[in-house]
């Protein structure tokens, strides 16, 4: 799981900290970063359109100033909005090329701006003819974009400026001087306010940022758990229509091709939707009782919660797999017995060996007559199938463990299918698999075991009335959940539904030559490669046996 959350944290960006916790760097980060974040550089583009916007009016409103008589003054005051405009339109253009940084560029803009207004505003006779607002305006853009000291200091340049302006064009009455005294004050308290503004801003940019970080991660976190969990589950709506259902619950119900999707429960399960209906209606007494799925293979305990108040999103149903825990239960009883059944094979092997060793020598008496002949070859059979059952149980005894491995599923059955048609030239195998890139995790000697015993079986099981023979064996991943499968398919009358609740328990068999070991084994190899080999019923007759493997794809599981 450790190595999933890794994938999951490079696959998000920024979600270094644990859900809800506050990181204090990032917003530094946010307020300090040289070269500015993308809402940064819009503010900037902002700010720069603003400029040719001015410098137009500025132009226009040429008429409107009234200290400007001269035409040298005109001509001058036109040449500087002039090159203020193409100024403002370079700096478009250097936004674009993001070169040179952030803080460089902001600190050019305000050079060129306390430049080009303080030529203004000497052109329009200083203080008091109403360009000097225009001062506040730009020192509070600058104060936003880089609150702090560069903001303190533009204040103290521009309140600079306005008195140099006023002793350049002087002498002047008091009032006029009084008037840039409070125009400088006023830039200060433009330039405090608005970087506490600027900061403050960023501060909650950032943290809603992070916020918005976290609750992805959340989603994700929820989302794995949800789909990794044993249990299914499922969340209907008010309307009784699926709106979620996780890969245990679709795995389940025998992976259906719609998966939620707005799946009206009635249609994927009529009981279970009859049970919740009857469950909303009186929530204290109507109790839910076991599903048993079509098969018998798998019994279904539903447990239902109201999902907001009074329901009004919904039902979260739980489905927990009885059947699941009885088979643990009864792999743990067998674990048990299997160790009393080698113990007892190591003990019934040699007096075996012995019989079987008497009953050679008898036959090679030429005293016997036909009827002890016929009884020497009962004994020498039964020993055969006898020898054969306590070789099965030994072999599971010694049974290495499991070395799984990435396989290419296509090339590996395609090498199956040719050593298989060699011992087997009766048998018509037909080959699918899509993708054909799918790749399996498995152990590609017990894939072969258990491949070998699922063929053979359909060898002698799977015959067509007219005697035919034909083996499917398909695979790939499936639509819904994209798992990797691999199934082995015949034409022939299936097995009877009285038998598939025992298929996979030792020693169960409808032969009389038979063990019943051979499917018990298969299944053991494939859980010990974290696999599931089950039978899966054909509507249309016949028997198919699936391997439903790990996903080499999916490292933390």
């Known amino acids: 799981m450790a190595t999933r959350m890794e994938n999951m944290k490079h696959e998000t960006e920024g979600s270094a900290a644990p859900v809800g916790e506050v990181r204090p760097p990032v917003i530094a980060a946010a307020r300090r970063s040289p070269a500015g974040r993308h809402d940064d550089w819009r503010l900037l583009t902002a700010f720069d359109f603003y400029r040719l916007l001015l410098a137009a009016a500025l132009a226009l409103g040429l008429p409107y100033l009234p200290r400007i008589d001269a035409l040298q003054v005109h001509l001058s005051y036109l040449v500087t909005t002039g090159v203020y405009a193409l100024g403002a339109a370079l700096s478009l253009f250097l936004i674009h090329l993001r070169w040179p940084d952030f803080r460089l560029q902001v600190i050019l803009r305000w050079v060129v701006d306390l430049t080009a207004l303080g030529l203004l505003l000497t052109y329009a006779g200083g203080v008091g003819s109403g360009l000097e607002i225009l001062l506040v305006a730009e020192v509070a853009a600058l104060a936003f974009l880089l609150p702090g000291r560069a903001a303190l200091g533009a204040a103290a340049s521009a309140a600079l400026l306005l008195l140099v302006i006023t002793q350049w064009l002087g002498p002047h009455p008091p009032a006029v001087y009084y008037q840039a005294a409070l125009a400088g004050t006023s830039l200060f308290a433009v330039a405090f306010l608005g970087g506490a503004l600027g900061r403050r801003l960023r501060t909650s940019e950032a943290l809603a940022e992070q916020r918005a970080q976290d609750l992805v991660d959340l989603a994700q976190l929820n989302d794995y758990v949800i789909q990794r969990i044993d249990a299914g589950i499922l969340v209907v709506d ?28 009635a249609e994927l399960d009529p009981v279970l939707a009859t049970q919740l209906d009857a469950w909303r209606a009186d929530p204290e007494h109507a109790l839910p009782r076991a599903i048993i799925r079509p098969g018998g293979e798998r019994t279904l305990r539903p447990r239902f919660a109201l999902l907001g108040n009074d329901g009004r ?3 979260l149903i739980f489905l927990e797999d009885v059947s699941a825990v009885r088979r643990h239960a009864q792999a743990l009883k067998l674990a048990s017995m299997g160790r009393l059944a080698t113990s007892i094979a190591h003990e019934v092997r ?17 005293d016997l007559g036909d009827a002890d002949r016929r009884l020497l070859a009962i004994i020498r059979q039964q020993a055969q199938r006898m020898n054969a ?20 599923l296509e090339t590996w059955v395609l090498q199956f299918v040719e050593e298989f048609r060699r ?5 018509e195998v037909r080959i699918g698999i899509d993708p054909s890139d799918t790749q399996v995790w498995m152990d590609p000697g017990h894939l072969r075991q258990v491949m070998t015993n699922l063929c053979e079986n359909a060898v002698r099981h799977g015959a067509t009335p007219s005697g035919k023979v034909i083996i499917e064996i398909r695979g790939g991943r499936t639509r819904e959940s994209k ?26 068999t409808t032969e009389t030559r038979g063990t019943g070991l051979g499917l018990y084994v298969a299944r053991e190899l494939c859980e010990a490669s974290q696999a599931y080999l089950e039978y899966v019923p054909v509507p249309a007759g016949g028997s198919c046996f699936r391997i439903t493997f790990r996903d080499p794809q999916r490292k933390g599981v």
């Not at 691999?486 to 097995?495: A, T």
């Open 389 to 408: 059952i306590v070789e099965n149980v030994l072999e599971l005894s010694r049974r290495g463990r499991a070395e799984p491995r990435a396989l290419a």
């Open 483 to 508: 798992g990797p499968f691999l199934e082995v398919v015949d034409r022939g009358p299936g097995v009877d539904p009285r038998d598939v609740p025992h298929l996979f328990e030792p020693f169960y």
């Open 423 to 427: 011992t087997h030239p009766q048998a």
């Open 238 to 265: 008010p309307q009784g229509r699926i709106r979620l259902m996780n890969e245990a619950a679709w795995y389940l119900y025998g992976n259906p091709v719609r998966r939620g999707q707005g799946l009206p429960l």
């Open 350 to 366: 040699n007096p075996l060996g012995a019989i079987s060793h008497a009953a050679q020598l008898l036959e090679e008496s030429p």
């Open 313 to 315: 999103l919904g039902v």
